[in-house]
């Protein structure tokens, strides 16, 4: 079962760094889900946390500047955006582009993150 769309009123107040509680939600809502789509594209557990880590660091500083172009899933496509540009400067950082579970190269797993309507970007459209 999908999750329900990201209601705008939270996107505008976690807009405001000082609305504790919009961040608090939005932390709530999106870090598992972060973790779900990189957990399996890294080896260790603690890199993964890394990595959710640097996109929710990512997404307090761009989200005054997202732009809401008021389809469903901008934002959470706006967000595995930022989530594959972090887990390719992940690779590129080890440069040993080791295989994440399930053996599958990054790089075309990222190919495949970044094409919407493949398979793997499906999947994670429904997470």
Known sequence: MADPPTSKSLLVKARDC???????R???LYEPLIERWVRPHVA???DAEDLV?????TLVRDLPR???NERPGAFRSWL?????HRLRAYWDKRDA???????ADPQEALAQLADPSSALAVSWDEE
């Open 66 to 68: 997202f732009d809401h």
């Open 80 to 84: 595995r955006t930022i989530t594959i």
């Open 97 to 103: 582009r080791p295989a994440g579970a399930g053996g």
């Open 53 to 57: 880590q640097e996109v929710m660091t």
């Open 44 to 46: 260790q557990r603690a």
């Open 26 to 28: 939005l932390t709530e």
């Open 18 to 24: 000082s609305d504790q509680a919009a961040w608090c």
